[in-house]
């Protein structure tokens, strides 16, 4: 167990290797983002906690955290005050659509780098979105403990807005076309309601009973 354990995952060896190589070419980008190149090193492993008493560790956290929290605020701030052209080179995923289109053949490796190196926000999404159960369980101690790594409903909660959000938007923007769209939009945001309510109350592996 390393001092930033009680902050990160807990991956394995072959899992921080793995994350290393899938980062490599963000490591080398010379953009400037909100973390330093010290904080990436020490988020992929690259540099050891050894050295670093519990309160560096803490502070470490802590400071990212209310980075990245002031960073969406960044990002609203651009919205609202750059043009269309602007917002375009930022987040439209034409920007990258050339180099995207060459991994039709690749690997899952070269797939990970590529989602790694190249900023396309479909990709933050994803991320925010990925599978959390999935990680290496050398901490877990009790029952608790694993209940807590199969704790998704924050990720339910941010899904749930960000498909009202982008339903609103087809909407709004004239993309239903027909009020047979109209009234599957309805459908789709009612059924998001009642499964996500009825999901958050229950374990992952009861949920899917319905089904059975």
């Known amino acids: 167990m390393t001092k930033s354990s009680e902050y990160t995952r ?13 980062y490599e070419g963000y490591l080398k980008r010379r953009d400037r983002g909100f973390l330093t190149t010290k904080e990436k090193e020490n988020l992929l492993h690259i540099k050891k906690w050894q050295d670093a008493d519990n309160q560096t560790v803490y502070q470490f956290f802590f400071d990212m955290r209310e980075s990245a929290k002031t960073a969406f605020s960044d990002f609203m701030l651009l919205c609202e005050t750059l043009n269309e052209k602007q917002l375009i080179q930022i987040f439209s995923n034409n920007i990258y ?4 289109s060459k991994l039709s053949h690749s690997t899952d490796k070269d797939l990970k780098k590529f989602q790694r190196t190249y900023p ?21 101690k009790s029952k608790k403990d694993l209940e807590s790594f199969d704790d998704d409903s924050w990720q339910a909660y941010l899904a749930h807005d960000l498909i009202g959000i982008c339903l609103e938007f087809f909407r709004d923007h004239g993309f239903i076309s027909t009020k047979a769209h109209e009234r599957l939009v309805d459908e789709v945001t009612d059924m998001i309601n009642v499964e996500v309510s009825r999901g958050i109350n229950l374990k992952r592996h009861e949920r899917t009973k319905g089904f059975a």
């Open 120 to 140: 396309l926000f479909k990709y933050v999404v994803r991320a925010m979105l990925q599978d959390r159960s999935r990680v290496t369980l050398t901490n877990i």
């Open 10 to 22: 807990e991956l394995n060896k072959k899992q921080i290797n793995t994350l290393q190589a899938s």
């Open 97 to 100: 659509l050339s180099e995207e």
